[in-house]
């Protein structure tokens, strides 16, 4: 089949874009992994490689491969199977992003990201003001307010952390924006689409209201910040776009604090209560009302994890075998609450290095250190941005078991891996182009 470079590359980008956006929703992303992986081996005489493209494709693809080499070690295969099929875009990314690393268009890229991702959440919150109209007023009158980020994501069929973390990155990427439109625009327009976008993105990372995420998200923007007073040539243009920032940040944070008065209550007592119990969470009364979200409930689960890990080095307990095991060992330390409402890990180092052991750990780290690598490289303050969102969204949730999670790293981890290709010396002897 033939097709002109022009024709190829608006439509891998398009695919790109496609992919990024429909994250959040496994089905329509599963069809899109699909039909880019049909296109690309339509078109697979297009496709080229370096020695270092393959180094950073097998780094991002190491998780895949790890399922791999341990599923022999499942006691069910039909579950070793699930395990090992949501992890296989980690292997289709890196060989067709990377494979094309010359026709990746980053900023137009990031740009059509935050903004169909911002509309449509803009969709679904309209959705639900309209189809949950009693738990909307419920919410707008300070009712219930503990439990509204969940019902929201709930409503588009996503675990609200796990769609905060995508808000998180979009809410990133519309700083950024913001600050680039400032700095180099001179048209009025689009400066005030850049600002609404931006306000927009961040509304609904504190909608959705997820402790990790929105640290995530300021740390994010310092970031962006930092890197813009290190590397703009406009000082003035950086004050100017920095003041609106900050401006438009602190009010929105101030105004959403003051409406959702269970804001405080979430990140002060109710984070740290009990705090004395980890370990002992069947002493506290009703646990699963007192703390079934609080910190000492995680930190249960992570001795716990960690006791049944170091009971099994140096192997692990299997690829699919993990939370099996972690509920049998709740049971087996008498732990009733915890096997009750069967709590997975909620740490991605605890959980490859359950499931995995040693090597696990040093997949992980490889994997999610590789990001920083390429944003150092690159002096990308989004790549470094995105790097420590995963990196600290992984503490408290295991996103490399997720099908979201594993999408979301491998598509943008090969995007930015492709991004450095392109910014490297690829035609010296040592790094020879090899064709496909």
Not at 20 to 40: E, G
Not at 235 to 259: E, G, M, P, W
Not at 376 to 398: A, E, G, Q, R
Request: proline share 2%.
């Amino acid at each position: 089949m033939k097709i002109s470079e022009e024709t190829f590359q608006k439509t891998f980008n398009i695919f790109l874009v496609l992919l990024a956006v429909t994250v959040i929703f496994r089905k329509p992303c599963t069809w899109l992994i699909l039909l880019f992986v049909v296109y690309n081996l339509f078109f697979y005489k297009k496709l080229s490689f370096s020695k270092i493209s393959i180094q950073t494709g097998l780094i991002i693809a190491s998780p895949f491969l790890l399922e791999l080499l341990f599923f022999i070690t499942n006691d069910s295969f039909s579950l070793g199977f699930k395990s090992l099929e949501k992890s296989l875009s980690l292997f289709f990314f890196p060989l067709f992003i990377l494979g094309n690393f010359q026709r990746i268009e980053l900023y137009k890229l990031l740009k059509w990201y935050s903004i169909i991702t911002t509309l449509i959440l803009v969709f679904f919150f309209i959705r639900f003001r309209i189809v949950y109209d009693y738990l909307f007023f419920n919410y707008y009158n300070g009712e219930d307010l503990w439990e509204m980020g969940y019902e929201f994501s709930n409503s588009i069929g996503i675990h609200a952390p796990a769609l905060n973390m995508h808000l998180a990155f979009v809410s990133i990427v519309c700083f950024f924006i913001l600050f680039k439109e400032f700095t180099s625009q001179k048209n009025s327009l689009i400066k005030i689409s850049s600002i609404v976008l931006f306000l927009l993105s961040f509304f609904f990372v504190l909608l959705v209201n997820t402790r990790m995420a929105l640290f995530n998200t300021l740390v994010g923007f310092l970031i962006v910040i930092a890197f813009q007073f290190s590397n703009v040539i406009s000082y003035k243009k950086t004050r100017h776009a920095l003041f609106v920032a900050f401006f438009l940040t602190s009010s929105l944070l101030y105004l959403f604090i003051t409406k959702n008065t269970f804001m405080k209550e979430k990140y002060t007592t109710e984070m740290f209560s009990y705090i004395d119990k980890i370990g002992k969470l069947d002493e506290i009364d009703h646990p699963e009302i007192a703390v079934y979200s609080s910190l000492v409930t995680r930190l249960t689960i992570w001795k716990t994890t960690w006791e049944l890990a170091v009971k099994n080095l140096p192997f692990g307990v299997g690829s699919s075998d993990g939370k099996p095991e972690l509920i049998k060992y709740y049971k087996e330390t008498n732990q009733q609450f915890l096997a009750k409402y069967e709590f997975p890990v909620h740490n991605q180092y605890l959980n490859f290095l359950l499931r995995f052991g040693i090597l696990g750990v040093l997949v992980v780290f490889l994997y999610i250190l590789n990001i920083a690598h390429l944003g150092f490289k690159l002096k990308s303050p989004i790549v470094l941005s995105f790097f420590f969102l995963f990196l600290m969204s992984n503490i408290t949730d295991d996103y490399l078991i997720r099908f979201d999670g594993i999408v979301f790293s491998g598509l943008w981890i090969s995007i930015f891996a492709a991004f450095w290709l392109q910014n490297s010396n690829l035609n010296d002897q040592k790094n020879e182009i090899i064709r496909i």
